[in-house]
């Protein structure tokens, strides 16, 4: 559960963190792009989260369904 909080918390912290990357590049290196590699690690990071949510909110409606089906019973 833990993890799945802090997966939905990258997913909205992951971009604005490579923004604030993209600006410190554009101010103290504008001729070399180093923040390509940053935005490739949190960019995977970023898709794991995506991924963790979405299995837990997959989990939570298959779980939700069941718990409808069998309380009609």
Known sequence: MLKTLRAVKFLF????????????????SPGHWWVQWAALGIGIAWVISLFRVLTAIVLAGGA??????????
């Open 13 to 28: 912290m992951g971009p604005l963190i490579l923004a604030l990357l993209v600006v410190i590049n554009m101010v103290a």
């Open 64 to 73: 939700a369904a069941l718990y409808a089906h069998f309380r009609r019973r």
